[in-house]
């Protein structure tokens, strides 16, 4: 999650950012609570975790293609231990 997407997911009225700037769709300076954005980034961090550390999707559709239900019981307990690794905020 970068701070720009932060910037927009806390502020709807934020249509362009430009540098450290923000800016609404009438040109006008939209001010910012950067603790509030900080806040944003770090309860939704461990989103880039699990993606970098779930399994292929590719292993859960060839256990489906074979009707190996082992594989997918497999591909679905190393989805759960990544959960379990990095909870929701």
């Known amino acids: ?47 880039a975790k699990r993606q970098a550390e779930y399994p292929s999707f590719i292993d859960y559709l060839d256990g489906v293609v074979k009707g190996d239900q082992a594989q997918i019981n497999k591909y679905i307990a190393d989805c759960q231990a990544v959960k379990a690794k990095y909870p929701k905020g």
């Open 1 to 47: 999650m970068t701070r720009n997407q932060a910037i927009f997911a806390t502020y709807s009225n934020v249509v362009t950012i430009r540098g450290d700037d923000a800016f609404d769709a009438d040109g006008n300076p939209v001010i910012y609570d950067e603790a509030t954005v900080q806040a944003y980034i770090d309860s939704h961090a461990y989103i």
